[in-house]
């Protein structure tokens, strides 16, 4: 965060735990949290809904919270994402940017230095539990010690979440030669990890004593990540040609060939063409299949909220809900995330506080970043008085009191291209910041860190990042420029290429 906004921010935290304290007037019973993360969600589908979506337990959560319109991850693509908001540290800091590294062999921190948000909770006489996938599904990124109790339903690939994958080899389809980019079959929402998932959280839900200490529940849908999986009844909810097309279907104008990516995850599912762009009826398959997808993880949710109820939970437990880096499905030329652009980088963010009635069902365009999920939480509980001081995220508490209050006035991403493959192929970093009426992103080289390029996005006309203004602003961009140098200091090039590990 910029020095300048430091104090103001302490300011806030310090009025939101006081706020806190004399809200419960020394009432024993902490409230419980559920926290639930889905994987490569849209924040476009949903959650703020575009008309076509079919999600009534999104809607449903966010009658019962604050809607948060502008909140961003640190780095769209899953391990960075995930390990920088579950530690409240940015990725330079917990030295996360690739999917196989784990934070606890990352960091300069001593072990004892670093506690994740789950182990924080568990430190606090929290019962917690984790329920599908929290942290990252590859290499040695778990983490037992954050848990109360064995993780579970949290390893193996997307690929292996197939029908596909669980027939044996002789009676698979002999035309489908590895896991098919969709699904569409006629068996039940257990076939899915994400509907054990929800069964298995449900039954906690609803049998947990509500005398027991309290819990901190995580739950990790798997969907709507590829492959675009789900049951046919929730196939059956859309109309293919009632599904828009991508918009905008092209690349900005005026975009710098580096922020751009060839699609590499799609392209490694059977059904993908690799040598073509695809047709419009393969685009509108794919993305009736994300919808699918969505509204499969959404009913997921409704087991989920229904249990809370029926367990008599529902009126102390906070819940969370996000995703962990947005996703492109066909606009500006791309499928899937490793970009930042704003559809990447914006996250769906819904916090709902049963003791907040008076803004139940609200929005706010606060800027807020998921590394603030940690200390929000904290302060939330009222344990806000135990977090480490190496956090890198603020409390957005006033905005659930005010959603018309302002906490940033900028969100950063980050993210390096081209992404997939080894990093010795990696030739650039991007840096990114939005504020309310501008996206701009510099794009430094890994060899020599000078600046290769720059992009500037008017959100005040150019919601869709449709044209690189650049050039047209130079006012605007050297003003950005030397915010984002505050944030992100320029490092020198042995330091660009170090493998992280400190």
Known sequence: MPSRLLFSAFLMTLTDTVAWY???????????????????????????GDGVAVTPNLDRLAARGVVFERAYCQQAVCNPSRSSFLTGLRPDTVAVDDLRKSFRQ????????????????????????NIGKIFHNMGETQDRRSWSVDE?????????????????????????????????????????????????????????????????????????????????????LYEPQQIPLPFPEEAPTGVPEIALHASREIRGYDGIPADRRLTEAEIRHLRHG??????????????????????????????????????????????????NFELDARVPLIIADPRRAETHGQATRGLVELVDLYPTLAHLTG?????????????????????????????????????????????????????????????????????????????????????????????????????LAEQFPVVAASQEQDDGQR
């Open 22 to 48: 004399s809200m419960v007037q020394g009432a024993d019973q902490r409230p419980n949290v559920l926290f639930i993360v889905a994987d490569d969600l849209n924040c476009a589908l949903g959650v703020y």
């Open 106 to 129: 990352t960091t300069a921190f001593v072990d004892d230095e670093l506690v994740t948000l789950p182990e924080f909770f568990r430190l606090q006489g929290y019962f917690c539990r």
């Open 152 to 236: 579970v339903l949290y390893r193996g690939t997307h690929a292996a979440d197939t029908v596909y994958a669980n027939t044996p080899p002789d009676r698979r389809d002999p035309l489908v030669k590895k896991a098919p980019v969709t699904e569409c079959l006629p068996v039940s929402d257990q076939a899915y990890r994400d509907g054990q998932t929800a069964r298995l959280a449900a039954t906690m839900l609803r049998t947990r004593a509500e005398d027991a200490d309290p819990f901190f529940l995580a739950i990790g849908f798997w969907r709507p990540h590829l492959p675009f999986v789900a049951p046919q009844k929730y196939w059956d």
């Open 290 to 339: 994300y919808y699918a997808s969505i509204s499969f993880m959404d009913a997921q949710l409704g087991l989920i909220l229904d249990a809370l109820e029926t367990g008599g939970h529902a009126e102390d437990t906070i819940i969370v809900f996000t995703s962990d880096h947005g996703f492109h499905i066909g606009e500006q030329t791309l499928w899937g995330k490793t970009s």
């Open 383 to 483: 344990t806000g008085d135990k977090l480490s001081e190496r956090l890198e995220g603020v409390s957005v508490v006033r905005l659930l009191d005010d959603p018309g209050a302002t906490i940033r006035d900028a969100a950063f991403t980050q993210h390096q291209q081209p992404f997939y493959g080894p990093r010795s192929n990696w030739k650039a970093w991007g840096r990114s910041m939005r504020t309310a009426e501008w996206r701009y992103t510099e794009w430094r080289a890994i060899a020599d860190g000078s600046v290769m390029a720059r992009e500037l996005y008017d959100h005040r006309r150019d919601d869709a990042e449709q044209r690189n203004v650049a050039e047209q602003y130079p006012q605007v961009v050297g003003q950005l420029a030397a915010l």
